[in-house]
Antibody, heavy 121, light 113 residues
């Protein structure tokens, strides 16, 4: 069965960086792209970017361009999301979501449980 | 960016009655090469990740009850819950994947009347 296991909650100071990982199992890791989506407390869903785990190609939302980096480690079946220059507005639950297929245009059919990142001085 | 606008923001429906959620995109999300709309619907319950209900505007994801249906094309879409159950209380989001960023609607909260 498909499983996405995310790294644990983080508390960071403003200006710091955070790395959230998402380990996939139960399917061929390189056959499906991976989305990253975040949700601030009490707010809606916000799409951040997508990665092709096979070759590491990425597409980011303009809002996060220059601050976010998605990477893939095929040997570990893991994708990671690095977010730098954190502010309190980055406090949110960060989700990875497996795209239905190997394209930029597929919805996410399986999701990780989410990782809470808290930015506070 | 494509702006996704849902209506209403919230609705209360009696058990067994129909719930209808609308989603409008600021430009067409119909992919002409395959005639499919890159529009998905998700359900999210408190403390849980989103759950995919519908993709390509009207294709139900495996395991989703058939009381959930999606319709529409181009810029106007609808999610219908026919016969609301207590477990359907949640926030529902539409999302376009026609172009990046894959924007979401603001969400519609469905409650029991």
């Amino acid at each position: 069965q498909v499983q996405l296991v995310q790294s644990g909650a983080e508390v960071k100071k403003p200006g710091a960086s955070v790395k959230v990982s998402c380990k996939a199992s139960g399917y061929t890791f390189t056959s499906n792209y991976m989305h990253w989506v975040r949700q601030a407390p009490g707010q809606g869903l916000e799409w951040m970017g997508i990665i092709n785990p096979s070759v590491g190609s990425t597409s980011y939302a303009q809002k996060f361009q220059g601050r976010v980096t998605l990477t893939s480690d095929t040997s570990a079946s893991t994708v990671s999301m690095d977010l730098s220059s954190l502010t309190s507005e980055d406090t949110a639950v960060y989700y990875c979501g497996r795209a239905r297929g190997s394209s930029w245009f597929e919805a996410a059919d399986f999701w990780g449980p989410g990782t809470l990142v808290t930015v506070s001085s | 960016d494509i702006v996704m606008t849902q209506s209403p923001d919230s609705l209360a429906v009696s058990l067994g009655e129909r719930a209808t959620i609308n989603c409008k995109s600021s430009q067409s999300v119909l992919y002409s090469s395959n005639n499919k709309n890159d529009l998905a619907w998700y359900q999210q319950k408190p403390g849980q990740p989103p759950r995919l209900l519908i993709y390509w505007a009207s294709t139900r994801e495996s395991g989703v009850p058939d009381r959930f249906s999606g319709s529409g094309s181009g810029t106007d879409f609808t999610l219908t819950i026919s016969g609301l159950q207590a477990e359907d209380v949640a926030v529902y989001y539409c999302q376009q994947s026609y172009t990046t960023p894959h924007t979401f609607g603001q969400g519609t909260k469905v409650e029991i009347k």
